[in-house]
């Protein structure tokens, strides 16, 4: 068994993209990761980045989505590592579609991505957690429910999967607390990323999202995927239960409290 504590990323590959800049700062911070996901090109590339840090890396080709894929990744990390200590839920798809478009092969995509796939990693790892009586599982959600952006920018796929991944949160953390694992979610605001795309987010992607879409927060400026990590990370190595059923606005203002 490792005796360093490991933790599952979900998302992480992509390199410009909220998990991969995760997994470098758990890295840092002294956690071997395992990297789950889709895309094996930017995976391996994920995989060297976190062993240049001093950590041990595990890339797992994995479709979240799919039962059998999300338990055979678990089942290799702990195989490798003999321990999952946190799990943090960043894989996610944006879905830019309305609620008088959308299509039931479009619903069950995000929603098998956004809601369910997070469900099946959580229920991948209850059995390594419960064994060691720990574990920390760090669900990434956004302030969108909160706060729905522009009719412009359609949402309603997104925020019907992340509204439930909130709800859900609390459900799992109640059932989960008696052994020894804190569910918390986390809802970002707007952050300079470009979520499911080829290439990073360009000044002009920026400006639309702060400008056009009213979009940034009373700071000035869309947080960066390393804010984001740092606030993932703090929660994802918290030693006590204070943020159980909690859910954290990392979103510099743009939605306070509730």
């Not at 302030?143 to 925020?159: I, K």
């Amino acid at each position: 068994m490792s005796e360093r504590p490991v933790a599952i990323v979900t998302g992480a590959a992509r390199p410009w993209g909220i998990g991969r800049a995760t997994a470098l700062d758990l890295a840092r911070r002294g956690y071997d990761i395992v990297i789950a996901d889709l895309r094996a090109d930017w995976g391996a590339e994920a995989e060297a980045e976190v062993r240049a840090t001093g950590a041990a890396a595990l890339f797992v080709e994995t479709d979240v989505s799919n039962r059998a894929s999300v338990f055979a990744m678990v089942d290799r990390a702990v195989a490798t590592f003999g321990r999952v200590d946190a799990l943090l839920n960043v894989a996610a798809i944006h879905g830019r579609i309305s609620t008088e478009d959308f299509t039931d092969e479009q619903f069950h995509q995000v929603i098998g991505v956004d809601l369910l796939g997070p469900m099946l990693c959580a229920q991948a790892v209850i059995a390594p957690m419960k064994a060691r009586n720990y574990g920390r599982i760090v669900n990434v959600a956004s302030t969108s429910p909160y706060r729905v952006p522009a009719r412009e920018y359609p949402v309603s796929l997104y925020n019907a999967a992340k509204g439930g991944l909130i709800a859900w949160t609390k459900s799992a953390a109640m059932e989960l607390a008696p052994y020894g694992i804190v569910t918390t979610v986390v809802a970002v605001g707007a952050t300079s990323t470009r979520m499911g795309a080829e290439k990073g987010p360009s000044a002009r992607y920026n400006e639309f999202m702060e400008k056009e879409l009213h979009d940034a927060p009373p700071w000035g400026r869309l947080s960066t995927v390393a804010e984001v990590a740092e606030v993932l990370a703090d929660v994802a190595t918290a030693k006590n239960h204070l943020l159980l059923g909690a859910t954290i606005h990392a979103s510099a203002g743009r939605v306070m409290g509730i």
